[in-house]
């Protein structure tokens, strides 16, 4: 089984800075790796696939990179909608699917 | 546009039995694999389950191996998770998720369903 591994667990930054959350994975995914968003009460929503593809609808100021078993996302200017929850997710090696513990994303 | 309605979810005793549901449209079901998501109370995300387009092959999580059986209705674009022997872990919001192949994401996501396992 891969081992999705997110840091930090909280992240504190102010409104319009930049934020970089970090993914590893116990193994090689190649770009196998996808980046969820899930605000309180809501399904997570996806983000970005092949580790640097945004979903459709996605906003430009998020962005994925990596390969292998490090990735990030970073949210070039963070909005007010953006201090929630991301979770990042493995798809090469199945099953099981497996995803990192999350990020909260807050308010600095 | 893709839909996924989830239902079914309920308190139930330990031990007990649960059936969810989930009703999608907007795609062509039966091309698609179909997963459940699930997450307990203030915790992350854990796939549990899978099934092929064609409901031919499933797949599930060690925790839930033996346990729940997943089954896919195509006449119906309809997935199902049989929950037998439900434990007090078992209890968190299950979400339906659609998979854009075995090796693709979990691309649309229903609302959740609460299943709560307790005497």
């Known amino acids: 089984e891969i081992v999705i591994t997110q840091s930090p667990a909280t992240l504190s930054v102010s409104p319009g800075e930049r934020a970089t959350l970090s993914c590893r994975a116990s193994?090689?995914?190649?770009?196998?790796l996808a980046w969820y968003q899930q605000k309180p009460g809501q399904a997570p929503r996806l983000l970005i696939y092949?580790?640097?593809t945004r979903a459709t609808g996605i906003p430009a100021r998020f962005s994925g990179n990596g390969s292998g078993t490090e990735f990030t996302l970073t949210i070039s200017s963070l909005q007010s909608e953006d201090f929630v929850v991301y979770y990042c997710?493995?798809?090469?090696?199945?099953?099981?699917?497996?995803f990192g513990q999350g990020t909260k994303v807050e308010i600095k | 546009e893709v839909q996924l309605l989830d239902s079914g979810g309920g308190l139930v005793q330990p031990g007990g039995s649960l059936r969810l549901s989930c009703a999608a449209s907007?795609?062509?079901?039966?091309?698609?694999?179909m997963s459940w998501v699930r997450q307990a109370p203030g915790k992350g995300l854990e796939w549990v389950s899978a099934?092929?387009?064609?409901?031919?092959?499933?797949y599930y999580a060690d925790s839930v191996k033996g346990r729940f059986t997943m089954s896919k209705d195509n006449s119906k674009d309809t997935v199902y998770l049989e929950m037998n022997s439900l434990r007090v872990e078992d209890t968190a919001v299950y979400y339906c998720?659609?998979?854009?192949?075995?090796?693709?994401?979990?691309?649309?996501w229903g609302q959740g369903t609460l299943v709560t396992v307790s005497s």
């Open positions: 997710q493995q798809y090469k090696n199945w099953p099981p699917w497996t």
């Open positions: 092949g580790a640097s």
């Open positions: 998720a659609k998979m854009g192949g075995w090796y693709a994401p979990f691309d649309n």
């Open positions: 099934v092929s387009g064609s409901g031919g092959s499933a």
């Open positions: 907007g795609f062509t079901f039966s091309s698609y694999a």
């Open positions: 193994q090689s995914v190649s770009s196998n």
